[in-house]
């Protein structure tokens, strides 16, 4: 089965500096590349994903890139800001995606 | 639009006591989901339903059922309670068939602790 791992599982950020969030996964069918925000309380919510044709998408201050060969995609967040602060899950799939174990990142006053 | 409910939130139980967890969404999607999330585990996959009428199991079944009572509603129970199960249940949707991936809504899930 899919195997997939987060890194860092800790990141601590500067306001206004970047943060970026690595996933790493064994399944070379998947084709379908999320990210989801959690905020404490909350159930997960999508923030942005991309498809194995696309190699780069952005939205704003976010932005994903995937690298199908190193079977890995990356989550990018400039300027952050204190709503920042969450727990980030990535979950790559085919016909089921698999969560990873999440990130907790801290935005630092 | 609601989006995904789930009910209860909250919900303590012993050790071989049964109980149903309630799902319901309003955006008229096929498929349906429930994860349970324990801390440093991410989310699980239990059971999903990719229409009506069909359920399949996920990643961690074992002492658990599901019903698709409808295109809304999607329920999960556990039949004799144990520790090992209390965990954050979350429900969610999605407009995406089988062998197609899209976005999840989920629920602002249930609490549940086993004694």
């Known amino acids: 089965g899919e195997n997939v791992e987060q890194h860092p599982s800790t990141l601590s950020v500067q306001e206004g500096d970047s943060a970026v969030i690595k996933c790493t996964y064994s399944d070379s069918a998947s084709n379908y590349f999320p990210w989801y925000k959690q905020e404490l309380g909350k159930g997960p919510q999508l923030i942005i994903d991309?498809?194995?044709?696309?190699g780069e998408k952005k939205d704003q201050r976010i932005a994903v890139t995937l690298n199908k060969t190193a079977k890995h995609f990356s989550l990018h967040i400039t300027e952050t800001q204190p709503e920042d602060s969450a727990v980030y899950f990535c979950a790559p799939g085919d016909d089921k995606i698999i969560f990873g174990k999440g990130t907790r990142l801290h935005i630092l006053p | 639009n609601a989006g995904v409910t789930q009910t209860p939130k909250f919900q303590v139980l012993k050790t071989g006591q049964s109980m149903t967890l309630q799902c319901a969404q309003d955006m008229n999607h096929n498929s349906m989901y429930w994860y349970r999330q324990d801390p440093g585990m991410g989310l699980r996959l239990i059971y999903y339903?990719?229409?009506?009428?069909t359920t399949d199991k996920g990643e961690v079944p074992n002492g658990y059922n599901v019903s698709r009572l409808n295109k809304r509603e999607f329920s999960l129970r556990l039949e004799s309670a144990a520790p090992s199960q209390t965990s954050v249940y979350f429900c969610a949707s999605s407009d995406w068939g089988r062998g197609t991936l899209g976005e999840q809504f989920f629920g602002p899930g249930t609490r549940l602790t086993v004694l």
């Open positions: 991309i498809r194995s044709n696309v």
């Open positions: 339903s990719a229409s009506e009428g």
